[in-house]
Nanobody, 122 residues
Framework: VQLQASGGGLVQPGGSLRLSCAAS????????VAWFRQAPGKEREFVGS????????RYADSVKGRFTISRDNAKNTVDLQMNNLKPEDTAVYYC????????????????WGQGTLVTVSS
């Protein structure tokens, strides 16, 4: 499966952005999908994940209550709605997929999108 993330941009603190991860080549419903992010000079970190059927979602504590993951398997897309953005949310955001198990570890994911930059600044 090929994944492509989009929707990044510049937003002021307190603002919102919606990222989208589009899957092609295979049926997205066969994959668990997660979002990770990587800020300059930092390790890539888990943001949130959603199971194949969208029954289960998980979030990092730093984004819980502000970010929401959803998926539309008919459209082969997984979205990350980000509200009340903070400067510390600035990073390149990646979507990733696997068929084995929902995980918070980046090493569990076999397929990665190219990343989209989110900058939160006034």
């Amino acid at each position: 499966v090929q994944l492509q993330a989009s929707g990044g941009g510049l937003v002021q603190p307190g603002g919102s952005l919606r990222l989208s991860c589009a899957a092609s080549g295979r049926t997205a419903s066969n994959y668990h999908v997660a979002w990770f992010r990587q800020a300059p000079g930092k390790e890539r970190e888990f943001v949130g994940s959603i199971s194949m059927t969208a029954v289960t979602t998980r979030y990092a504590d730093s984004v819980k209550g502000r970010f929401t993951i959803s998926r539309d398997n008919a459209k082969n897309t997984v979205d990350l709605q980000m509200n009340n953005l903070k400067p510390e949310d600035t990073a390149v955001y990646y979507c990733a997929g696997n068929r084995k198990a929902l995980s918070t570890s980046r090493y569990a994911y076999d397929y990665w999108g190219q990343g989209t930059l989110v900058t939160v600044s006034s």
